[in-house]
C-alpha cells in the first residue's frame, strides 16, 4: 500500500515568504507527527495530531508556525514570513494509534529560505 | 522528559566486520524503545523497536538491540556489516500512555555508518 507522502519535496523561498508543506499519512492512521530535522541532527518535535485534534504544539518554534489536520487526515504545516533559520528537512510520520506504535515517515521536504 | 544520546557521530567498519551502535536513554518511567535507519533524502524506516517482554530484539536487515536497564542502554548491533548498511541511525525514546512521562518521542542526534570494502 501507499505510504507517507509528503509535497513539495523541495521547496526554496525567499526570506519572507510563506510556505505550505503537505503531508499524506497513511490511510487510517490515528496519529500524525511533524518534526523538523536540521542538517545533521535528529528529528525535533514540532506538533502532534490524533485525528483533527492537535493534541500538542509544544515544539513550534514560533507563531509563524501553524499546523492543522482539519478533517482528520491531509495535514498541512505552513510557515509564514519565512526566516533562513527555517532552512530544514520536515518530516510528517503517521502511525496507527499513537507515539508508541510504529511511526511510518515521508521522505520529508527540504525547506531552503534565501 | 525522556532523553537519548548516541555516541559516537560517526562510525566507521569494515564490510564483515561487527556493527555496533550505541544508545543510551534517560526516563523516569520504562521507556519504550526504536532504532530508526535513514538513507540519503529518505524518511526513517524503523528497524525494531523494544516495549515489554524479551529485552533482545531482533529487526530487519539482521540487526538487533538488547535493553539493559541497569545500564540505560540500547545499543544496536549486526554481527556481519554490508555496504548498503551504510546510512545514518536513530536510536528514539517515548513512553506509554498514563505513566506519567512525556508522550513525545524523543530522538538522538543520529550515527552515521560508514561500511568499507
Known amino acids: 500500500g501507499a505510504g507517507v507522502s509528503q509535497s513539495p519535496r523541495y521547496k526554496v523561498a525567499k526570506r519572507g515568504q510563506d510556505v505550505a508543506l503537505r503531508c499524506d499519512p497513511i490511510?487510517?492512521?490515528?496519529?500524525l507527527f511533524w518534526y523538523q530535522q536540521a542538517l545533521g541532527q535528529g528529528p525535533e518535535f514540532l506538533t502532534y495530531?490524533?485525528?483533527?485534534?492537535?493534541?500538542?504544539k509544544s515544539g513550534l518554534p514560533s507563531d509563524r508556525f501553524f499546523a492543522e489536520r482539519p478533517e482528520g487526515s491531509v495535514s498541512t504545516l505552513k510557515i509564514q514570513r519565512t526566516q533562513q533559520e527555517d532552512s530544514a528537512v520536515y518530516l510528517c510520520?503517521?502511525?496507527?494509534?499513537?507515539?508508541?506504535?510504529?511511526?511510518?515517515f515521508g521522505p520529508g521536504t527540504r525547506l531552503t529560505v534565501t | 522528559a525522556q532523553s537519548v544520546t548516541q555516541l559516537g557521530s560517526h562510525v566507521s567498519v569494515s564490510e564483515g566486520a561487527l556493527v555496533l551502535l550505541r544508545c543510551n536513554y534517560s526516563s523516569s518511567v520504562p521507556p519504550y524503545l526504536f532504532w530508526y535507519v535513514q538513507y540519503p533524502n529518505q524518511g526513517l524506516q524503523l528497524l525494531l523497536k523494544y516495549t515489554t517482554g524479551a529485552t533482545l530484539v531482533k529487526g530487519i536487515n539482521g540487526f538487533e538491540a538488547e535493553f539493559k536497564k541497569s545500564e540505560t542502554s540500547f545499543h544496536l548491533t549486526k554481527p556481519s556489516a554490508h555496504m548498503s548498511d551504510a546510512a545514518e541511525y536513530f536510536c528514539?525514546?517515548?513512553?506509554?500512555?498514563?505513566?506519567?512521562?512525556?508522550?513525545?518521542?524523543?530522538f538522538g542526534r543520529g550515527t552515521s555508518l560508514i561500511v568499507h570494502p
Open positions: 490511510s487510517g492512521h490515528v496519529s
Open positions: 495530531f490524533q485525528n483533527e485534534a492537535q493534541l500538542d
Open positions: 510520520a503517521s502511525s496507527l494509534r499513537d507515539q508508541t506504535y510504529e511511526q511510518y
Open positions: 528514539a525514546v517515548t513512553v506509554p500512555l498514563g505513566t506519567g512521562g512525556s508522550y513525545i518521542p524523543t
